[in-house]
């Protein structure tokens, strides 16, 4: 893959809807992953005429070492748990349960201060795509798929722009389809792949769920 394979988040949005389109995915729902998610999902519930709302999933982190993921929790409890990580960090169940209880309250009031007064969405024998800007160990986007998972839908569809093959093959083992773009040889992180990969603000997140009210 060249480098800077996009030129922002929204332009990877409005060709991975294209993307979509194409491939005859007839979406419900879009589901973005605050915040670096919402550009994209914009883009994608746009083009797919759809509603957007969010997914929240917040990493638990080693001790001594918050970015090295052991698992992650969703808003509403769901968790996964990375356990080759768990075993090389040699973390105990009490760590894991009171930083899974601690991100869960996270996810939850992340997902509270989005949607304001708005009701989660029914998924219910629904089509959910599942958008993020990119992916790397994938332990976000896991446990966002238990939660969608717990509300029944009727299938899955995971639609990034970018991640190494290795994760995209272990998240295709476990939703209906995935749409990546791109899968570099030499991955190094999701960045690599943007010209403009800036922080995304909450306020700014926020504003592209209110583009399509």
Not at 81 to 110: L, P
């Amino acid at each position: 893959m060249a480098p800077n394979r996009f030129t922002d988040r929204e332009q990877a949005g409005a060709e991975l809807g294209d993307r979509l389109r194409e491939q005859g995915i007839d979406a419900d729902i879009v589901l973005a992953i605050p915040r670096g998610g919402l550009p994209l999902g914009r883009a994608v519930a746009d083009t797919l005429d759809v509603p957007l709302d969010i997914a929240v999933a917040s990493k638990i982190g080693a001790p001594n070492n918050p970015e090295y993921a052991i698992g992650a929790v969703a808003s509403d409890g769901s968790v996964w748990r990375n356990e080759e990580a768990f075993r090389n960090s040699a973390v105990d169940e009490a760590y894991f349960q009171q930083q899974r209880e601690t991100e869960q309250a996270n996810a939850r009031e992340k997902a509270r201060r989005y949607r304001g007064d708005q009701s989660e969405p029914d998924l219910t024998d629904k089509t959910v795509v599942l958008v993020d800007d990119g992916v790397a160990t994938g332990s976000t986007i896991r446990a966002c798929l238990e939660q969608i998972r717990n509300a029944d839908p009727d299938r899955i569809v995971v639609a990034l722009p970018v991640g190494p093959s290795d994760t995209i093959a272990d998240l295709e083992a476990t939703v209906d389809e995935v749409v990546c773009l791109e899968t570099p040889a030499r991955f190094r992180a999701v960045g690599q792949a943007y010209d403009r990969f800036e922080q995304v603000s909450d306020e700014r997140a926020m504003s592209y769920l209110d583009a399509g009210s």
